[in-house]
């Protein structure tokens, strides 16, 4: 794996430890990379999840953003499993 995939890869596992949400997009971006291909997100989305198991890979839309043109890099986040959501 390229050496700034596994820097992502390994923020976010770092990341993981204290929070429920760890968005790619947020990572990325403050490890100084401004876009990465769909299939480096795959790369980066299948690594983290081998790595923690507990954490899945959801795609999240943000307000305004059509599913139909929302990229892996701007909505991917890991999401714990046991996560628990109010219902609205």
Same mark, same amino acid.
């Given at each position: 794996?390229? $050496? ?6 390994? =923020?976010?596992?770092? $990341?993981? $430890? ?23 997100? =795959? ?22 953003? *059509?599913?139909?043109?929302? *990229? ?8 714990? =499993?046991?996560? $628990?959501?109010?219902?609205?």
């Amino acid at each position: 794996m390229k $050496e700034y995939k596994q820097e992502i890869v390994n =923020r976010i596992i770092s $990341e993981a $430890e204290c929070c429920k949400i760890v968005s790619l997009h947020d990572i990325g971006t403050a490890l100084g990379h401004k876009h990465i291909s769909t299939q480096d997100c =795959r790369d980066i989305i299948n690594a983290v999840q081998k790595a923690i198991p507990d954490y899945k890979c959801v795609k999240m839309v943000k307000p305004g953003q *059509s599913r139909a043109t929302a *990229s892996l890099w701007t909505t991917a986040a890991f999401i714990d =499993r046991n996560i $628990e959501f109010e219902d609205f």
